[in-house]
């Protein structure tokens, strides 16, 4: 496992998904592509790609977080504004 000092900081996470353009282009793709719930299913098959959607979901709202970190946005933990 990786040290602490090895992980990549919020300041990485600005610097490849929002200063480089091509890493800015790949987070919009990533977030066209994950970010929406899919709507055609119904009953269990809406329940399981429900929690499949909260998964991917939280990777992407992850990566914002530590973008948000390195521009110095608080977040409310509560989710409120």
């Known amino acids: 496992m990786s040290k602490p000092e090895d992980r990549p900081t919020p300041q990485d996470y600005a610097d490849l998904f929002e200063v480089d353009r091509r890493g800015a282009h790949i987070l919009e793709d990533l977030i066209q592509r994950f970010g929406r719930q899919p709507s055609k299913s119904s009953g269990i098959?809406?329940?399981l790609d429900t929690h499949e959607f909260i998964g991917r979901r939280q990777i992407l709202d992850f990566v914002v977080?530590?973008?948000n970190r390195a521009n110095g946005v608080q977040e409310d933990p509560t989710?409120?504004?």
Request: overall charge negative; hydrophobic content about 20%; cysteine-free.
């Open 45 to 47: 098959d809406r329940i």
């Open 65 to 67: 977080s530590q973008i």
């Open 79 to 81: 989710g409120e504004e």
